[in-house]
């Protein structure tokens, strides 16, 4: 079986058909099983939005206060921290230290959003790192928003909150005016895809950072001086590949590296299979028992003989290096962000 | 000469409760008979009715009246009707004026005082344009015998056959270099399980040998002007650097070509290999070889060995490397559309696969497998070895909005139920499963094939099937079984997704060369979607097949029936009249600036030299449609159009203000 949980969004669309919808979902399990990657609409024939109706049904959940608490915390830490991880707002640019990179408040051609996850989880902010290390080779007029930036707001929309996100999306849009701010790039897929459809009245130009460096490339503004000799597949992130159909840019960023050999795996692009790092799924476990898909992924990429597994989204980064650590494939196989590999590759 | 008096009579139409209810008929009768010049004003149930028209007709024989306004439904369902009946009471059909209290006023408002107000004023607004209204004629044009049949398909032969055994001259065009069209490449059709070959080809044969068929194979048309009954068109016959008088069919030119069964056979979907001098299939019609000019090594590259192998084997000197393309003009009185249709992409859908894995095919690809006349002669093998679990996929590109298809190809959950029998019938242990949305077995006979077929073993799913991946060498196939709701996994070495029909990759050009239209989903606009079904908005030009809409070999062949009995119908008639309401010229206003003659999308208007170096439009009446496009554009106000005058619009808008 390749399906781990046993939800089923038809199910509860069905079952809430002449019942009340908050007492089908109160009675069922795996309302928190979803990641929201999307897989379900893309497909669906009749275009019924699958998505609309999860993230709907957890609002029931979260108006009746039957929050997890995990997801709980997660959405309490975005009221008072402006992220979800815990940690005072005041920490968000520590990452950033000695870097020297410009404030918005100094002004910029492009402003980079690096989203919470890069700004305080310590194997993120080495992504965040080599961002700004390769925009600064390419020399590229960029900044951050430094202390100011807070949480997009889209997995807390994911988590059943519309009302943070609400108040989050308005914050930031009037941040991003109150600089002049007309294109912003971001570390994480999850930022691009709320930013890009999801803001009301946005109107700055948003780009996922894998864009960014391919048109550096393609430009002639980035060049490779090191070869990096290994055999290196991509898994395309949900809300990057699937949600918005940005499938070569990263591809035509790590073909271009030289010395690489590059491998699709059998799931790729459209196909590719969810890590089960959104959707909030990265503040609470499944309900079910089976394998995480994570690790049906990295074996995936084993399948295909990768040594490095690369992608461009921290949540995947996370869940998939959780699987290399926790099985001890670490001699096998490294799991890197595509920005991690372009800086050794410079 | 006096000018007479002018007597009008008003009737109101209850439309049973359709206007009754919602607007107070009496009251708009009344009103109306205050009106001046208003001579009758009556109200009656059904004025479509017998007894309703033989009330007009009786009133102008009474009250000698002479203009008439009928308040009721669309001019466009009965102004034909009430044109005829007035015709009949010795008055001129343009003396008719309808206000429209139906479809624009009772149907689409609650209030009754403020419905019955609409009615009154649009009654008064048709009898202030009644008084300005002036009688017009109708001009009668001849109707050419001859017919264009555009497609070779199952469609288009059959009309070309039905009409030219009515004693009708058709020019067939069609662009491959074989008529069959996608049924010659069917192996078996459902529900009865005849050989599509052997019922195809005795009417292609009948194409060829008919005296009254022109066939044009290998040619396509590259204009349309005129009208009905006198259609000018232009096809171009592309070369096949064949002289087709010369040629045997032997076959000796594809035998030795270099490139020998390196050429992916277009008939055979890839599947199967043919040479640059090719028939597309060993049954076509003409039995004629072509030359691929873009895979020809002498024709791209110019050298092919020392010389051409071809040529050195032809006995019958017919390859002529030299041959041009050839415009053929022709003048046809109608024209008959069965350009067909093409598979869905399957591509499309990157969930199955297709494209990815060698062992998913389309429907179409999985016929010419399954063919005795392809290029496995019939034996079912994937990647050298006879399947053992087969899955199928229904509504590939169909009922998909994800894909922008919303309906229904009609012709796939049959087709599958037949490809399954025939896998059964072939390799009796191999295990079939279906996945399907739902089974739609509509037509004669197929309720019971579906049956039979479910007896024989197959497997039916009810789901969607959500992913197609690799297990080993082979294929998982993943979805959920939506009848308990739970997921299920299939493993097979073949899957076949039942591709649907999608409207041709052209038809937009297509539409642009015959000005006719497309309806939501893509496919060509029948003139009314029940009563019409085989004629377009534009006279003269008759749809067949699935250009129209997805449908199967019986309904096509009935419909390219019924195209040919409507393109029969006007060339038996031999005349038709064209409608007055034409736009109309004042030469003394006319300043020659040809604006007109730009803007008209038919070719109406023309500049004519009216003494020295003064140029005039003049309206073709018969090319004429009274769109209006040429008054719009006019800048000196020379060009009218009538019975749509701006004296007659503007009595009306005073009326209603």
């Known amino acids: 079986m390749f399906r781990k949980s046993h939800f089923n969004v038809r199910k509860f669309i069905y079952d809430g058909f002449d019942k009340d919808m908050a007492k089908v979902v109160f009675e069922r399990e795996g309302i928190w099983d979803c990641t929201t990657c999307s897989a379900c609409l893309n497909k669906c024939p009749k275009g019924v939005d699958t998505l609309g109706f999860v993230t709907g049904l957890r609002q029931l959940m979260v108006e009746d206060g039957r929050i997890p608490p995990p997801i709980r915390d997660a959405l309490k830490s975005v009221s008072t921290h402006k992220n979800p991880w815990k940690i005072g707002a005041e920490k968000r640019s520590e990452w950033a230290e000695g870097l020297e990179v410009k404030n918005i408040s ?65 914050e930031n849009m009037e941040i991003f005016k109150k600089y002049n701010v007309s294109k912003v790039i971001t570390t994480s897929p999850h930022c691009f895809n709320t930013f890009k459809n999801e803001y009301e009245g946005a109107d700055f130009e948003v780009q996922h950072y894998t864009e960014l460096i391919a048109s550096l490339i393609q430009e002639g503004r980035l060049s490779f001086s090191r070869e990096i000799g290994k055999t290196i597949t991509y898994h395309d992130p949900c809300f990057l590949g699937k949600q918005n159909k940005v499938f070569d840019p990263p591809r035509k960023v790590l073909t271009s590296i030289p010395g690489i050999k590059f491998v699709e795996m059998d799931r790729s692009r459209e196909r590719s299979l969810c890590c089960e790092g959104g959707g909030g799924r990265m503040w609470i476990e499944s309900e079910d028992s089976e394998d995480r898909l994570a690790k049906i992924r990295v074996g995936e990429a084993m399948d295909v003989q990768a040594e490095i597994l690369a992608t461009a989204c921290p949540f995947c980064l996370l869940t998939l290096e959780d699987v290399v650590k926790t099985e001890e494939l670490e001699a096998s196989i490294e799991v890197l962000d595509i920005a991690e590999l372009v800086i050794k590759a410079l | 000469m006096e000018p007479e008096e002018i007597r009008i009579g008003v009737y109101i139409c209850h439309c049973g409760i359709n206007i009754a209810a919602t607007v107070d008929v009496e009251q708009v009768r009344d009103s109306a008979s205050q009106l001046p010049n208003v001579a009758v004003s009556k109200d009656f149930k059904y004025m479509c009715s017998d007894p309703g028209q033989a009330l007009v007709r009786s009133d102008i024989e009474e009250n000698d009246l002479n203009r008439i306004v009928v308040a009721s439904c669309s001019p466009r369902m009965h102004e034909p009707t009430f044109r005829n009946t007035i015709q009949q009471a010795g008055l001129n059909p343009y003396c008719l004026e309808m206000a429209n209290i139906r479809e624009q006023c009772s149907w689409v408002h609650e209030d009754k005082a403020s419905a019955t107000d609409k009615a009154t004023k649009l009654v008064s607004a048709a009898v202030a344009k009644a008084l300005l209204l002036e009688p017009l004629e109708e001009k009668e044009v001849e109707i050419k015998p001859q017919a264009l049949v555009m497609g070779g398909g199952i469609a288009g032969i059959q009309a070309s056959l039905d009409i030219a055994d009515a004693g009708f001259q058709v020019y067939l065009v069609e662009r491959d270099p074989s008529i069959g069209g996608h049924m010659a490449q069917l192996d078996k059709t459902f529900p009865t399980l005849d050989c599509s070959a052997c019922i195809l080809t005795p009417k292609m044969v009948e194409v060829e040998r008919h005296p009254n068929i022109d066939l044009l194979s290998y040619s396509e048309v590259t204009e349309v002007n005129g009208y009905i009954g006198n259609f000018t068109v232009k096809v171009r016959k592309k070369p096949r650097y064949i002289n087709m008088g010369r040629c045997t069919g032997c076959g000796m030119c594809a035998e030795v070509c270099l490139l020998k069964g390196r050429i992916p056979s277009e008939f055979d979907l890839g599947i199967g290999k043919r040479s640059v001098p090719y028939v597309p299939f060993p049954y076509a019609v003409p039995s004629k070889y072509t030359i691929d000019a873009e895979r020809c090594l002498f024709l791209t590259k110019g050298k092919c060995g020392k010389s051409p192998a071809c040529k050195e084997a032809c006995t019958a000197d017919a390859i002529d490397f030299e041959q041009k393309e050839e415009i053929v003009e022709l003048d046809v009185g109608t024209i008959v559309v069965a350009t067909g249709f093409d598979l869905f992409d399957a591509t499309e859908k990157p969930e199955y696969g297709y494209g990815l894995y060698d062992n998913v095919l389309s429907g179409l690809e999985f016929e010419r ?125 073949l899957v076949v997704l039942a591709t649907g029909i999608v409207p ?58 019924g195209a040919a009995s409507s393109a029969m119908t006007k060339m038996a008639k031999g005349k038709v009249k064209v409608e007055a309401t034409t736009a109309f010229v004042d030469a003394f206003i006319c300043r020659g600036c040809g604006r007109c003659v730009e803007v008209c999308e038919y070719g109406a208007p023309e500049l004519q030299e009216a003494g020295q170096g003064v140029l005039v439009s003049e309206v073709n009446d018969s090319l004429c449609k009274g769109c209006g496009a040429c008054a719009v554009i006019c800048p000196s106000g020379a060009i009218s159009m009538k019975h749509f005058k701006n004296g007659q619009i503007f009595s009306q808008i005073e009326a209603v203000i």
């Open chain 2, 504 to 561: 041709r990759v052209d038809v937009k050009e297509l539409m642009r060369l015959l000005k006719i239209s497309q309806s939501p989903d893509g496919f060509l606009l029948e003139a009314h979607p029940k009563l019409r079904p085989v004629d377009t908005a534009s006279d003269g030009i008759y749809l067949a097949g699935c250009c129209q809409s997805p449908k199967d070999i019986p309904d096509t062949v009935a419909q390219a029936k």
């Open chain 1, 106 to 170: 100094e002004g910029a051609d492009i402003l980079y959003f690096v989203g919470c996850t890069p700004a305080y989880d310590a194997r993120l902010q080495k992504v965040a790192r080599a961002i700004v290390e390769i925009l600064k080779r390419a020399g590229v007029d960029f900044a951050i928003l430094g202390n100011e930036e807070g949480c997009c707001g889209s997995e807390i929309r994911r988590m059943g909150d519309p009302w943070t996100f609400e108040y989050l999306a308005e």
């Open chain 2, 369 to 493: 497998l399954v063919s005795s006349s392809g290029p496995t002669q019939g034996k079912i093998v994937v990647g050298g070895k006879e399947p053992r679990d087969v899955v199928f996929v229904q509504c590939v590109g169909s009922r998909d909005k994800s894909v922008g298809n919303e309906y229904c190809s009609r012709v796939c959950c049959m087709y599958t139920a037949k490809q399954a029998h025939l896998i059964h019938e072939k390799l009796p242990d191999a295990r079939l499963t279906i996945f399907y949305i739902d089974v739609r077995a509509f037509g004669k006979g197929f309720e019971e094939f579906y049956d039979r077929v479910r007896e024989e073993g197959v497997r039916y799913i009810r789901g969607n099937v959500s992913d197609i991946i690799k297990k080993g060498d082979r294929l998982m196939v993943m979805a959920e079984d939506t009848l308990v709701g739970e997921p299920i996994d299939v493993e097979a070495d």
